[in-house]
């Protein structure tokens, strides 16, 4: 059964801090890229960031460069991405992605973000 499950969403003040984590199982986690999206109500899913299965390749949503650092871990099966400096436009739903090339890809169930003072 493939899970992808997320955690450490939560309320942060503007300029905090937040690292969360997608944990993986079910699949071969070590062949497929990982990604992290998000989504703010009244929006369309967006990108924010992708690493490669060795790691050796990493993009990032211009809005977040700098701020956010996406990270995996073979031994653990997990994904991570730290936020920092967050702002109140990172506020959204964020969903972590498992993707093998174009042949299949698994969504998790998401984790909120909330940045407010």
């Known amino acids: 059964q493939v899970q992808l499950v997320e955690s450490g969403g939560g309320l942060v003040q503007p300029g905090g801090s937040l690292r969360l984590s997608c944990a993986a199982s079910g699949f071969t986690f070590s062949t497929y890229a990982m990604s992290w999206y998000r989504q703010a109500p009244g929006k369309e899913r967006e990108l924010v960031a992708t690493?490669?299965?060795?790691?050796?390749?990493?993009n990032y949503e211009d809005s977040v460069k700098g701020r956010f650092t996406i990270s995996r871990d073979k031994a653990k099966n997990t994904v991570y991405l730290q936020m920092n400096s967050l702002k109140s436009e990172d506020t959204a739903v964020y969903f972590c992605r498992a993707r093998l090339a174009s042949i299949r890809s698994y969504w998790g169930q998401g984790t909120q973000v909330t940045v407010s003072s």
């Open positions: 690493i490669t299965t060795f790691g050796d390749s990493i």
